[in-house]
T-cell receptor, first 106, second 114 residues
Framework: DAKTTQPPSMDCAEGRAANLPCNHSTISGNEYVYWYRQIHSQGPQYIIH???NNETNEMASLIITEDRKSSTLILPHATLRDTAVYYCTYNNDMRFGAGTRLTVKP | KAGVTQTPRYLIKTRGQQVTLSCSPI?????VSWYQQTPGQGLQFLFE???????NKGNFPGRFSGRQFSNSRSEMNVSTLELGDSALYLC?????????????FGPGTRLTVL
């Protein structure tokens, strides 16, 4: 019942940028895109959100396409502690997809 | 501000029993959502409660039910437990209003069914 599509896994070298894509083609015009990550079996942690414009905070950057049907989460300088499962979701839909398992390698 | 709390943190039950899990949201949050996570699986949405009413529901059998109290605390009940119900159960709270609604997750309750 997930309405988002993400690659199941990705690898990234430590210190390099990690770019995680998400397709959310059924998003409505007033719905925010959210990204979360889950380390081991802890509760997911909020990373960033956006509506139309690109956003940046201390953790990551979020690039949303002009048609809003997809977005990319960017971790500019990935560290080993960024190894986690990353989920994207959007407003008014509490469902998460399977997420992307990002592995940062030394 | 206190975070989302869930009790108990760990629970062991046997097949056929029932179980009740509790979630206390962040003060002021009116929406509570519940998720099931089995090993190797993503987050499976169970249901969302807002102002004591179920607002959204996932694709789970009727053995899974919930409720929300006037103070926004929520409980989830699973009756006639099956081995496949062994999972991490997470709850998340949010303001629940239109617009920006970041979800804050609790640490989860790990349920083991023997």
């Amino acid at each position: 019942d997930a309405k988002t599509t993400q690659p199941p896994s990705m690898d990234c070298a430590e210190g390099r940028a990690a770019n995680l894509p998400c397709n959310h083609s059924t998003i409505s015009g007033n719905e925010y895109v959210y990204w979360y990550r889950q380390i081991h079996s802890q509760g997911p942690q909020y990373i960033i959100h956006g509506l139309k414009n690109n956003e940046t905070n201390e953790m990551a950057s979020l690039i949303i396409t002009e048609d809003r049907k997809s977005s990319t989460l960017i971790l500019p300088h990935a560290t080993l502690r960024d190894t986690a499962v990353y989920y994207c979701t959007y407003n008014n839909d509490m469902r998460f997809g399977a997420g992307t398992r990002l592995t940062v390698k030394p | 501000k206190a975070g989302v709390t869930q009790t108990p943190r760990y629970l062991i039950k046997t097949r056929g029993q029932q179980v009740t899990l509790s979630c206390s949201p962040i003060s002021g949050h009116r929406s509570v959502s519940w998720y099931q996570q089995t090993p190797g699986q993503g987050l499976q949405f169970l249901f969302e409660y807002f102002s004591e009413t179920q607002r959204n529901k996932g694709n789970f059998p009727g053995r899974f039910s919930g409720r929300q109290f006037s103070n926004s605390r929520s409980e989830m009940n699973v009756s006639t437990l099956e081995l496949g119900d062994s999972a991490l159960y997470l709850c998340a709270s949010s303001p629940g209003q239109p617009g920006y609604n970041e979800q804050f997750f609790g640490p989860g309750t790990r349920l083991t069914v023997l």
